[in-house]
């Protein structure tokens, strides 16, 4: 029997009974569902409780019901399962998302007769360097690694190398070192390109850079990128997706390379990304 994993965002408008409706339909097509203990409780079905690390090992598949941040944070923490993510657009944008709520028997339908097809996304790893030492390592992100100033008003340099070489030194606000996903989020509002989701390639996005020269750079995906960071105050970050934030300090050597797992996304055949642009991000191509 083919079994499906719900991650429900708990806090978008009707996610309870969006998830009641979805594991009804998926009892009806005699597929089982499985939710975590406190969607459970919330829907009083006890019976389909198992907690979400346990996902893997009995799910064939992950729909994520929230908007692109709860995509975010759920293709972190199963990238290294490989488990098929379907996203169920519960937010506003909506760009990871493959399916609505208005049609949620025609997804389930889908996903169980294989009318689908399967893409792999390129995800980034960085460690953090600290006067010689490794301080924070394996942290994993699907959109961007960025590295910036907090709330304060000066500005962060940031010195590139890529695979040892030195490229060129940024101030401003900060730097993304972003994946093709990536390339439609943060990096878009910074002036990077969009690039197509299924080319292997890292892109460099200075953020507000105080230079007339300072432009986006694509490097390829197998090329290794370290950050030096200076600034003359101690508000430093480092954020992961935009969701997760930790504290950098003066001279810190941030390595970003290629994570040795990918994503992976539930796509309909019948949707393309450009048309995805065009609807979503309303780009004229």
Known sequence: ?????????????????????????????????????????????????????????????????????????????????????????????????????????????????????????????AEVEREGQVVMKHLIGLNEIGIAKGSVGKMVTNKVFVDGMYVDQYSGDGLLVSTPTGSTAYSLSCGGPII???????????????????????????QQVRVQVTATHKEMVLSIDGQIFHELKNGDNIHIRRCEHRTTLIKWRDREFYDVLRRKLHVAL
């Open 196 to 222: 197509a989701p299924h080319i292997d390639v890292i892109l460099l996005t200075p953020i507000c850079p105080h230079t007339l020269h300072a432009r986006p750079m694509v490097i390829a995906a197998d």
């Open 1 to 125: 029997m083919t079994v499906i994993g719900l991650a429900v965002n708990h806090s978008k408008l009707n996610a309870m009974s969006i998830t009641e409706q979805l594991v009804k339909l998926i009892e009806q097509h005699g597929a089982r569902a499985i939710v975590d203990e406190t969607t459970a409780a919330a829907i009083s079905r006890p019976d389909l409780s198992m907690p979400l690390e346990q996902y893997p090992d009995h799910a064939n598949f992950l729909f994520v019901l929230g908007g692109d941040g709860t995509i975010l944070g759920f293709a972190r923490q199963f990238a290294h399962t490989g488990l098929p993510i379907l996203g169920i657009n519960l937010g506003h944008l909506g760009f990871l998302s493959e399916a609505e709520t208005e049609d949620l028997e025609g997804t389930v339908k889908r996903v169980l007769e294989g009318n689908y097809c399967l893409e792999t996304r390129l995800m980034l790893e």
